[in-house]
């Protein structure tokens, strides 16, 4: 096993950033091995519980108030609405079921239906996400009583970037709310978003921060930017080459993650639709081994489980096996 580091320095990940293409992957190849099974891939589903209506404005984002892109704001679903969809990505093959929830942060009149929604997809025997936006401490002790696998709140970019993407929430309050969901005991899925108009220097100082945390991220998922019409950044980087992030470029970015935060899941998320076949191989063959299946995220495309069945067929690659322990009431 490779040894785990939490002192990273941003100027050795620039220096991983900058190696010949081919010496980096051969590098972030290696560590993959040495901690993961290189054919297995985590196939992960995403449903949106609560769409629409958060009043902060992130310039990516679809369902922010601020963003004039159509998407209508809809109330939190049912827990058995919400249970079904669990079964069928199940049925699909899904190991993880990742809730998200378009909010600043849950309200307490909120929680025992979120508290539901995990306990049912666990006795699935499914991995269970959240994603809700800011978390207190004592929600996010009540999500790890109710058995929640992991709480993805992303960092987004870097410090630096930060600013230039949102203003209604700061960096330090991402981090905050990471805090509180470790303290609890849940595991962490935290990752950010490339092709934003961010420089390279940023996309060091985006995984420098993740990899300088006191424990990695459990999960760390890779957007690619979905410029999205009637956001901020859909709106100026869409017909810009900064809108897609060139393929190679995302491919070291992914790289660099799997050196950095060896034991971590690495997983392609928004944007993937738009890659070729080649750049997803690439992106496998330097670490990333967890994706998101079926034909759509929150609100934007996906590839789909026939492109990706036929895509893991090409590559000879398998689904990975959960591993969910499922606690059980023992019998009177």
């Known amino acids: 096993m490779i040894q785990i580091r939490t002192d990273w320095t941003r100027e050795e990940i620039a220096e991983l950033f900058d190696l010949p293409f081919t010496e980096l992957l051969f590098r972030a190849a290696s560590v993959h091995r040495a901690n993961h099974p290189p054919e297995q891939i985590q196939l992960c589903t995403l449903l949106s519980i609560k769409t629409g209506g958060c009043p902060e404005d992130c310039g990516y984002c679809s369902q922010s108030v601020k963003a004039d892109s159509g998407v209508e704001a809809t109330k939190l679903m049912e827990v058995q609405s919400v249970l079904q969809r669990a079964a069928q990505a199940k049925d699909a093959g899904s190991q993880r079921f990742c809730m998200g929830a378009a909010w600043r942060n849950p309200k307490d009149r909120d929680m025992p239906a979120i508290v539901e929604m995990v306990k049912g997809v666990r006795q699935m025997g499914m991995e269970t996400c959240m994603t809700l936006g800011m978390l207190s401490e004592s929600q996010a002790d009540m999500l790890a009583e109710a058995g929640l696998d992991y709480y993805n709140h992303n960092i987004d970019t870097s410090p630096e970037h930060y600013e230039n993407v949102i203003t209604t929430r700061t960096f330090d309050d991402r981090l905050a709310t990471l805090e509180n969901v470790r303290n609890s005991g849940i595991n962490v899925c935290s990752g950010g978003i490339v092709g934003m108009g961010e420089t390279r220097e940023d996309r060091v100082g985006f995984l420098h921060a993740l990899a300088v945390l006191p424990r990695h991220p459990e999960s760390v998922p890779i957007n690619a930017l979905v410029p999205v019409k009637g956001t901020v950044l859909g709106d100026m980087l869409a017909d810009t080459p ?39 191989a690439l992106c496998f063959m330097a670490g990333a081994n967890s994706i998101f299946t079926g034909d759509k995220l929150l609100t934007t495309a996906n590839a789909g489980d026939d492109k990706d069945a036929a895509l893991f067929a090409k590559l000879g690659v398998v689904p990975m096996q959960a591993e969910v322990k499922v606690e059980l009431e023992a019998a009177e």
Do not use: K, N, T, Y
């Open 242 to 280: 900064l809108a897609r992030i060139d393929e190679i470029e995302f491919v070291r970015a992914v790289a660099v993650a799997r050196i950095v935060m060896p034991q971590s899941m690495v997983r392609l998320s928004a944007g993937r639709e738009s890659m070729s076949e080649a750049c997803q």
